[in-house]
């Protein structure tokens, strides 16, 4: 096995070897009814020798920077909202960021057919009106399908009203009024109809960073508005509880996200200057 594991570290990752050396031992058992080994035991030198390779391809994971609000203003100023396809593109921008939506929430994978009881349709959005009847209190979107969740889910992500350019519900309603369409039609489309992609919106992103000087050795992808929206919810003072819930991350996996937040470190740090030391 260590001698498999040498040939395998030339062509594939240490952690690709991890699940072929696991697929093995799971064959050797379910052929033989024994245990060929054990990590911690028999095999210590066998987990050594993985180790060994992880240590020499370890290398520092890239991090996707998060979209901000201020980036978001910034943007505006590319789309002409008089047109449904630059409607529905804000719009989407607008709702991945505040309701910390994965792309597979909220758009459709390249070489998918669009279907109404997966992916996000007209009927999945319901506008959340006030007690006057003329003004709206926010939004709910029905997310059926989710990464975590491969069989389906339920979820319903409430977004509230914020007004302003910046305001996802002003935004789908523009895009509503302007597009209108069945409750089984995708959420949004594009101009010529057809359901939104994940490679659609994440050429228009990439565009926008590119027309962005500040942006040019920062990566950005569709994920970068769910880390922006975790991160703009963290510095508005949230706690984990609410990071968690609205992130729908049933795991620990949303403190992930925490450390993106500067401001927050940089406002501790000038508490901390700010404070007496004692001698």
């Known amino acids: 096995m260590m001698l498999y594991v040498a040939v395998l570290a030339r062509t594939v990752l240490a952690a690709t070897v991890r699940v072929y050396v696991a697929g093995v031992r799971s064959l050797h058992i379910e052929a033989t009814g024994r245990v060929p080994w054990v990590f911690e035991g028999s095999a210590y030198r066998l987990s050594r020798v993985i180790a060994g390779f992880e240590r020499r391809q370890a290398k520092v994971p890239r991090k996707r ?3 901000t609000l201020a980036l978001l203003r910034e943007w505006r100023r590319h789309f002409d909202l008089a047109r449904r396809d630059h409607a529905a593109i804000w719009a989407a921008l607008l709702l991945g960021f505040y309701g910390l939506l994965r792309k597979s929430e909220f758009t459709v994978a390249d070489g ?8 996000l349709s007209r009927g999945d959005v319901m506008f ?9 209190t926010g939004v709910e979107v029905h997310i059926k399908f989710s990464k975590a969740q491969q069989f389906g889910c339920d979820h319903g992500v409430p977004i509230g009203f914020v007004g302003g350019p910046l305001c996802p519900v002003l935004a789908l309603r523009h895009m509503v009024s302007l597009d209108p369409a069945p409750a089984s039609a995708p959420l949004f489309r594009d101009g010529r109809g ?3 992609s994940s490679r659609h919106l994440g050429a228009v992103l990439a565009r926008l960073v590119r027309a962005t000087p500040s942006l040019k050795a920062v990566w950005l992808t569709l994920h970068s508005l769910r880390v922006g929206g975790a991160v703009a919810l963290q510095e508005a003072g949230a706690s984990e509880l609410v990071l968690q819930l609205a992130g729908r991350w049933s795991s620990h996996a949303y403190r992930a996200y925490l450390r993106h937040s500067r401001t927050l470190v940089i406002g501790w740090a000038r508490r901390m200057a700010g404070g007496r030391a004692e001698l």
């Open 128 to 136: 959340l009106a006030a007690e006057d009847g003329r003004s709206w």
């Open 112 to 119: 998918t057919v669009f279907d109404p009881k997966r992916h």
């Open 65 to 67: 920077a998060p979209v």
């Open 194 to 196: 057809a359901p939104l």
